[in-house]
């Protein structure tokens, strides 16, 4: 018997099948909640009501309302990734090579785990009540100042104010990610190019950045997945009336996908595609700057 | 050194500008029900709302479901990979980051594709099946931080070596996991339990395109209707999740005092 046994491939004895049993439910899991869900859009993406495969649902894309869509969310999560990136940068400079008291630093880190997290329906809200008609902070400039923002053109309900709301959890997820990064800069480094006779700048563009693009250059992809992605923040804020992608997507969910489904699986496809480039781009760029923090 | 010092200062203090204004703009107008002055009407009001018990309540027992789930699924996956399947490791890992890279409303819609009344598991057609069914995705959406916390909480055991000494005196598999694992990285399940939390109890889009009455559409349907209650319920959404964050820095900080006791 115990023969048999060890002639078994490795993975039927009992005791690896018991640890097969011990991995099944998530990979079970996986599959119906992550896997198939997926692939259904992805495949319903190139099928038409038929079953038979064409492009035409991809083709659909090009229909003005949602290029436009997609050109202004990919704007938006563009232009909040660049801003975020920069100020994360500058705030993250500030904590780690600035000379702030190192409770600051602690403070801010903190603060910046919460606001990163502190998206969706209540980071909406709470612009509202700052920048809104009757904001806090619109009232404080009228009554303080005498400026009118609503007069000027401004508009909480905007493609501005809609950036503005992003950059609260863009900015933090940056200081997050860039913090280490910028702590791994080692003193000596910038000691060797000062003894080299490097002023402040120089040492930036000669040392610090190359160092830092391909984490700098990974964050920026994975702020734009972060902002592309979001939904309930912009539902909340503009109600539907400013159409980017994922809105477009949740009012064809909501209401017309029975009309035409697979307009829907298209858009939902286009959105993976976005994201995954941007994701991967990341991943990619995280490895390369790993080589330099060890 | 000290201008740089400075301009430290300065983008701080602008940051600091950029980020408490909301805040403070959120609690100044949650405080503004009152026609005579400041005062806490608004969240009386909320309190007060059936609506508002009846969709929070739900929200949080629907996190703390979803929490014992993602540990039931996650922590056996994470100690059979580390101990008996190195190999399959890249794959799980690539598993649990998905979520993070596929937007939540396109997982929602393949839920809504797959799992409708005219389907072999029409799950959204009964009250049950959709109370599972959104179980489920948010056990989904909280998996990039369960296994990456579990993770990490592995990496500081010796799992091999407790495994056969629990072995040894004769425990089951079931009885290893639940009385020599879970205890052991009880702490870093707590993290991923907070920050699971914290994301399940606002979350929006899942609830409202599975038809769900649950805190997020609940906030929705407010501030479309209302004018200072959706500002005091922010107020209550940052207040959990720094209550979430700060609890995870708390758990955090006294695992590491009790393994420099050790």
Redesign the interface.
């Known amino acids: 018997m115990t023969t048999i046994v060890a002639s078994l491939p490795a993975a039927l004895r009992p005791r ?1 099948v ?2 097969w049993v ?2 099944a ?2 990979f079970l ?2 599959t ?10 992805v495949l ?1 993406a190139f099928r038409n009501a038929e079953g038979q495969l064409t492009l035409e649902n991809l083709g659909k894309l090009l229909a003005p309302s949602i290029r436009s869509a997609f050109w202004i969310s990919i704007e938006l999560s563009l232009l909040t990734a660049v801003l975020g990136c920069f ?1 994360g940068l ?2 993250a ?3 780690t ?4 008291p190192r409770p ?1 630093r602690n403070a ?1 880190l ?2 910046s ?3 990163s ?2 998206a ?12 809104g008609r009757l ?3 619109t009232m404080l400039l009228r009554q303080w100042f005498g400026i009118n923002l609503y007069g000027a053109g401004f508009n909480i309900v905007s493609f501005l104010g809609l950036a503005l709301t992003y ?2 959890f863009q ?2 997820l940056m200081v997050l990610i860039i913090t280490p990064a910028l702590e791994g800069l080692r003193r000596e480094w910038r000691e060797a190019a000062e003894s080299l006779g490097a002023n402040g700048i120089q040492y930036w563009r000669l040392v610090a950045l190359p160092v830092l693009w391909p984490s700098l250059l990974g964050t920026l992809a994975l702020l734009f ?1 972060n902002a ?2 979001a ?2 923040t912009a ?2 804020l503009t ?1 539907s009336s400013l159409s980017i992608a ?1 809105i477009v ?2 009012a064809q ?2 209401g017309d996908v029975l009309n035409d ?1 697979h307009l ?1 699986y298209a858009i ?1 496809f286009a ?2 595609l976005l ?2 480039i941007a ?1 991967a781009v990341y991943i990619l760029l995280r490895m390369r700057a790993e080589r330099w923090v060890k | 050194m000290t201008e740089r010092r400075l301009w430290s200062w300065l983008a701080v203090v602008l940051g600091g500008l950029y980020f408490l204004l909301p805040l403070v703009g959120m609690f100044d107008f949650s405080l503004r029900m009152q026609r005579d002055g400041y005062g806490f009407e608004a969240y009386r009001v909320v309190l007060a709302d059936p609506q508002f018990q009846q969709t929070f309540g739900y929200s949080v027992a629907l996190a703390l479901v979803t929490i014992v789930l993602g540990i039931l699924i996650v922590v056996p996956t994470a100690y059979f990979v580390r101990l008996r399947f190195p190999s399959l490791r890249p794959i799980v890992e690539f598993l649990t980051l998905l979520p993070l890279v596929i937007p939540p409303i396109v997982i929602v819609f393949g839920y809504i594709r797959i799992y409708n009344t005219s389907s072999v598991l029409p799950l959204t057609g009964s009250w049950w099946g959709t109370n599972l069914l959104i179980l489920f995705g948010y056990a989904t959406l909280s998996l990039p931080y369960m296994y990456r916390s579990v993770d990490t909480g592995l990496r500081t055991i010796d799992v091999g070596s407790l495994t056969e000494a629990a072995q040894s005196l004769g425990a089951g598999w079931a009885r290893i996991l639940a009385v020599v694992v879970l205890p052991n990285v009880f702490v870093s399940v707590l993290s991923g339990a907070f920050l699971t939390f914290a994301i399940v109890i606002g979350e929006y889009v899942f609830a409202a395109l599975l038809n769900v009455g649950s805190f997020g559409p609940y906030m929705v349907w407010m501030g479309g209707n209302r004018a200072y209650e959706p500002s005091a319920l922010a107020v209550v959404a940052f207040a959990i999740t720094w209550a979430c964050m700060g609890l995870i820095q708390l758990v955090t900080r006294f695992s590491k005092f009790s393994t420099v006791r050790r």
């Open positions: 690896q018991l640890s011990g991995v439910p998530f899991f996986a119906l909640f992550l896997i198939l869900p997926t692939l259904n859009i319903g100020f500058l705030i400079a500030a904590i090579l600035g000379g702030l600051l801010i903190t603060f785990g919460v606001a997290n502190f969706g329906v209540p980071l909406a809200f709470a612009f509202i009540a700052t920048l904001g806090f902070v950059l609260y900015i933090p997945a592309f992605g939904v309930a539902i909340a109600g994922p997507l949740f969910i909501r489904p829907g939902a959105m993976i994201t995954a994701n």
